[in-house]
């Protein structure tokens, strides 16, 4: 018996309707719990800490001035140490190495907390095993994977400076996740990555969904009414907008079903004939090969075939078909031609969008218009792309621009831009100041593909005049006779075009060090 097919025996017998929800449940930004007026994760409980061995994954700068990510790994045994290890540091590079999180990486870090379990993996069917956090899915559903010990989880994140979002990682090889206070994610070779940036979408940027069929649309990228954008700033064409996508979803649903040889599953669907193209979106776990399955709409083969790098694990596959679906009823079937996998084949999800002609629907990955999204209720909110986010596609590397922008100003909303200010005094009685900054712009180590800038403002005993000559340098020479000066900086980025609250302006004044002090 495969693992999967094991899993899946372990789990059938606990069945719970999670078709109407999304695809992970989240809570929202840790930061919006609290308790007694305390975020959650800095309220202080009376619960010892599981044992920590931490090791640093990819340092940028201190704690004290960088934004901590720390996997904590869940389900692995003492013996299985290195391989949590080399589990996060997968993970970790994964999200940095030129993709995702690599223009904002100078302002966080990444580390590894070991604790060992007691039984490796994690639970199934509602029910934990003994781990230290507790994770576990409720069912066979290969989506969301949650924790039973969130006392635990906080207690070993207050343990350690190094803890601003957590990571639950499972020992587990399957599809998975959850965003939230906690973010969770599984050791999946293939779809761990592309779970975690999602899910940190959730945890850090503060957003929801933006692929169809969920529950939470808000955020930056959430847009309830044309006339209520929070993205209005990256409209690609603004004298068009706001301008509908033309797109519809004729069928949507999450069966969660273990497929058989005996009996098709299908189900039908009511097209108004008024649309050019569609798109069949579906996932599958357990199949291994192309001939293992035939999918059809109204009988005619579409031509599926398997991704071989993902084994038997889930998989979303996305099938354009360049052609309009005809007026009326059609019917959608999913047909298992392998007897050797059933009790693992599983359909997951499924939906069909209709697209309008080139007039109607501009397809192009990084138009940002207004693109119609259709929750688990058929309710629509808009989007600012139609396939580029990862809060989308689950496998697109990129956030939208409305995402990258906040993710900047969530990132450096607790930060200082100045990491220190130094002074030396002269021979000639003047005093040498100067200012170290986030290694960002022209700081870099790595340059990105991005235009940055800081500039730089210096001032005199006079908090209001400006020293001219010191103007975007990072050092300046005060006079003898001023007992304090003042340095403003400011950070400027192609990716972020609205700063309501002056997250990247910042503005500070300092006393002239006396000889001896």
């Excluded at 693992?3 to 606990?14: D, E, G």
């Excluded at 994140?157 to 639950?168: E, G, H, R, V």
């Excluded at 068009?240 to 949507?252: G, H, L, V």
């Excluded at 220190?420 to 180590?445: D, H, I, W």
Aim: charged content about 20%; some cysteine.
């Amino acid at each position: 018996m495969n693992i999967l097919k094991s899993f899946l025996f372990r789990a059938a017998a606990v069945r719970v309707a999670l078709g109407q929800f999304c695809e992970h449940q989240w809570e929202g930004k840790f930061a919006d719990h609290e308790v007694d007026g305390v975020p959650y994760l800095r309220a202080r409980q009376d619960l010892a800490p599981p044992p920590l061995e931490i090791r640093p994954l990819i340092v940028n700068g201190p704690s004290s001035n960088r934004i901590d990510l720390i996997f904590f790994g869940d389900g692995y045994t003492e013996e299985e140490k290195d391989k949590f290890f080399d589990d996060a540091l997968f993970l970790a590079t994964n999200l940095t190495d030129g993709q995702t999180f690599v223009d904002i990486l100078p302002v966080i870090n990444f580390w590894a907390g070991f604790s060992p379990s007691v039984d490796s993996g994690i639970g199934t069917g509602g029910q934990p095993l003994d781990t230290v956090y507790g994770l576990y899915r409720v069912g066979t559903e290969l989506r969301g994977v949650y924790y039973d010990k969130p006392q635990v989880a906080r207690a070993a994140c207050q343990s350690t400076d190094a803890c601003d979002y957590p990571i639950l990682l499972g020992n587990d090889p399957f599809y998975g996740g959850l965003g939230g206070t906690f973010t969770v994610v599984t050791a999946s070779p293939n779809n761990g990555p592309a779970v975690l940036r999602h899910e940190l979408g959730h945890s850090i940027i503060g957003v929801g969904e933006e692929y169809d069929g969920g529950t939470v649309y808000r955020g930056v990228n959430s847009a309830r009414s044309p006339d209520s954008v929070p993205w209005t700033q990256w409209y690609t064409n603004p004298s068009t907008e706001p301008k509908i996508q033309r797109t519809n979803m004729p069928i949507q649903a999450y069966p969660w079903t273990l497929l058989n040889t005996s009996r098709s599953w299908s189900q039908t669907f009511t097209s108004a004939g008024t649309y050019d193209t569609h798109l069949l979106q579906f996932s599958v776990s357990g199949m291994t090969a192309s001939s293992d399955l035939r999918v059809e709409i109204d009988g005619k083969d579409v031509g599926w075939e398997v991704n071989p790098a993902v084994g038997v694990d889930r998989f979303i596959y996305n099938m354009k078909i360049d052609e309009a679906l005809a007026p009326g009823e059609h019917e959608l079937t999913f047909t298992l031609l392998n007897e050797e996998i059933e009790g693992s084949a599983q359909l997951c999800n499924l939906e069909v969008l209709e697209y309008g002609n080139e007039a109607e629907f501009d397809s192009e990955p990084r138009y940002c218009g207004l693109y119609p999204t259709f929750s688990a209720t058929n309710r629509t909110t808009y989007r600012p792309t139609n396939n580029l986010c990862l809060m989308r596609d689950m496998y697109s590397p990129d956030f939208c621009n409305a995402c990258i922008e906040g993710l900047w100003l969530s990132l450096l909303g607790p930060l200082s831009l100045i990491e220190n200010v130094t002074q030396a005094a002269q021979l000639t009685g003047l005093t040498k100041v100067t200012v170290n900054l986030l290694p960002l712009a022209e700081f870099r180590q790595v340059p990105n593909g991005h235009d940055e800038a800081y500039a730089i403002l210096w001032y005199g005993a006079d908090e209001d005049v400006v020293l001219e000559e010191w103007t975007n340098s990072t050092s300046a020479l005060i006079g003898p006779d001023v007992t304090e000066f003042g340095v403003e900086v400011k950070f400027w980025t192609e990716q972020v075009r609205v700063d309501s609250n002056g997250v990247l302006v910042q503005k500070e004044r300092f006393k002239v060090e006396q000889p001896g002090q």
